[in-house]
């Protein structure tokens, strides 16, 4: 079971990020991220939200398989219970640390509420906000909602465009 979570998880990621930096069919061209949106965007708060949606990927497919389940990362683990998540010292990458929890409504697949709040700790520190909603298409997962970082609100779906547009780019160069 863990091979094919793991296999099923690598392929969404592939495609995600296939879809985000690949133009039209015809052209097959990197697409670059619109610059003024992606230049008015912290850094960090791109990159917190792009380890949380990979983080969250394996997580949201783990826990439709299991009501009861723990995925580990790095370090530490995100404990689901139900629609209960928390995260124990979970380091998706070794350098970011999440603890916190979040109520995660997977009752109402395909579009499942997400809120709570989150304590970033290691490379960046920072308390991190949820509300937003996950749509599961498939093996896709797109959001919208917002994520507040230390009182700053933001669009959660442009800072997961710009951080896969970031990931796509340093794949290629």
Do not use: Y
Not at 73 to 95: A, H, K, R, Y
Not at 121 to 132: H, K, N, P, R, V
């Amino acid at each position: 079971m863990a091979k094919w979570l793991n296999t099923t998880t690598t392929l969404a990621l592939c495609a995600a990020c296939v879809m985000t930096a690949c133009g039209d069919g015809e052209k097959s061209t990197l697409m670059a991220p619109d610059q003024e949106a992606a230049a008015q965007l912290p850094p960090e708060a791109v990159q917190v939200a792009g380890l949380l949606v990979a983080s969250f990927q394996t997580a949201f497919i783990a826990s439709l398989i299991a009501d009861t389940t723990s995925v580990p990362g790095v370090s530490g683990s995100v404990e689901i219970m139900g629609n209960d998540w928390v995260l124990q010292d979970f380091s998706p990458d070794g350098t970011i640390v999440l603890n916190g929890a979040l109520l995660v409504g997977k009752e109402q697949f395909p579009m499942i509420p997400v809120s709570g709040t989150i304590e970033v700790t290691g490379a960046q520190e920072s308390t991190i906000m949820l509300d937003m909603v996950v749509r599961v298409d498939g093996t896709e997962l797109s959001t919208t909602g917002k994520l507040t970082i230390d009182g700053v609100e933001f669009d959660i779906a442009a800072l997961v465009t710009a951080a896969a547009a970031i990931a796509a780019a340093a794949e290629v160069g």
